[in-house]
């Protein structure tokens, strides 16, 4: 079966076929659904292949992936794979478990022209190889972003979703607070801990070093940091820990350490996971757009590997604060701001 005879079948020219199946956008409705009927008729395949060697692309995108187990993620692949299905791009799919050697192996598959451009959804990579990589592909890094180099990116304002939850915290009642934080060579944990200390430092409160833990994203990790919290002479009243699945954990060791949440201890996490509003108490926290962000990001990637140029190359997307049940009204009284 050829192109030439879905075209001959549809009653329109090989060309439109072809912008069908590549372009969708560029045709109208009804000349669309009448090739793809007739597309499904005859059970049309694309010869790939070839189509690769007349037009130099591979039609897929590499998206690379810190760790595909973290919920997180998945809910920003969702929007990356459906905009680029509509857009008839395949995806590949690269998780690199956080070891940055992988991360280097899956970025060869570009130098070996296995894809079109790459998605980013972690950067742990030095600046120079960024660079090398953003100078020789279209690339787009989404969720991170790298300071001093010039790379397309889509994110929240880590600093200020942190500084807006402390806050939350602070008028609530709080004034021994707690941060729970992913790895500090990651610059989202580095950025929630500086939101977390200007909030504390706008209402004139002190943050004991102790009350500082570094953990590593997962649901153990905030479960053993808060367990040393909770060691403490004098423990935090409130917790803000660095994403949702590990402030599940906070929960679990506050619990099992005979007290309430957030009778006894506030906790409050970041993400805005289904899993915060299943859980009991549902969870404080932060809600990204995850799905916006893997769309924005395909869509810039896109415009980059079609030749185009980007208006904005730093896309940064609204965040919001969700109060639920996990942080409480401690004392029924709020703290009044310092004047300056």
Same mark, same amino acid.
């Given at each position: ?19 069908? #199946? ?51 993620? %998945? ?9 680029? #299905? ?33 998605? #980013? ?12 990589? %953003? ?12 300071? /001093? ?8 304002? &880590? ?7 402390? /806050?939350?915290?602070? &008028? ?12 500090? &060579?990651?610059?989202? %944990? ?14 004139? #409160? ?11 994203? @997962? ?13 403490? @002479? ?10 949702? /699945? ?73 965040? /919001? ?20």
């Amino acid at each position: 079966m050829k192109m030439s005879d879905v075209a001959k079948k549809a009653n329109v020219s090989p060309a439109t076929v072809s912008r069908v #199946l590549r372009q969708p956008d560029l045709v109208n409705k009804k000349t669309r659904e009448k090739v793809l009927k007739v597309v499904s008729e005859l059970n049309y395949k694309p010869h790939m292949i070839a189509s690769q060697f007349r037009t130099q692309e591979t039609k897929t995108i590499l998206v690379i992936v810190p760790d595909i187990t973290r919920p997180f993620f %998945s809910e920003v692949l969702r929007g990356i794979e459906h905009m680029a #299905l509509k857009h008839g791009y395949q995806v590949i799919l690269g998780d690199t478990e956080n070891n940055i050697e992988r991360e280097k192996e899956y970025v060869e598959l570009m130098y070996k022209k296995q894809a079109d451009g790459v998605l #980013l959804l972690t950067a742990r990579m030095d600046s120079k190889s960024l660079k090398e990589l %953003s100078a020789s592909f279209p690339m787009v890094l989404a969720c991170e972003y790298v300071d /001093e180099l010039d790379i397309p990116t889509v994110s929240i304002d &880590n600093i200020s979703g942190a500084r807006k939850l402390t /806050e939350h915290l602070i &008028n609530v009642g709080h004034k021994k607070v707690a941060y729970i934080s992913g790895p500090m &060579n990651v610059i989202l %944990s580095r950025d929630r801990l500086r939101g977390f200390q200007q909030a504390m430092a706008q209402y004139d #409160l002190p943050v004991d070093p102790s009350y500082i833990q570094e953990g590593d994203y @997962e649901i153990e990790s905030g479960y053993n940091q808060m367990v040393k919290l909770l060691a403490l @002479e004098d423990p935090p009243t409130a917790v803000f820990v660095f994403n949702d /699945e590990m402030a599940l954990g906070t929960i679990k060791a506050v619990q099992d350490h005979g007290l309430k949440v957030p009778e006894d201890i506030a906790v409050v996490g970041f993400d805005n996971l289904k899993m915060a509003t299943i859980f009991s108490p549902r969870m404080t926290t932060i809600d990204q757009p995850k799905y916006e962000i893997g769309q924005r990001a395909t869509n810039m990637l896109l415009t980059l590997m079609k030749g185009g140029s980007l208006e904005k190359k730093k896309i940064v997307l609204k965040d /919001e604060l969700i109060i639920r049940e996990s942080c409480g009204y401690f004392q029924q009284k709020s703290v009044t701001k310092p004047v300056n």
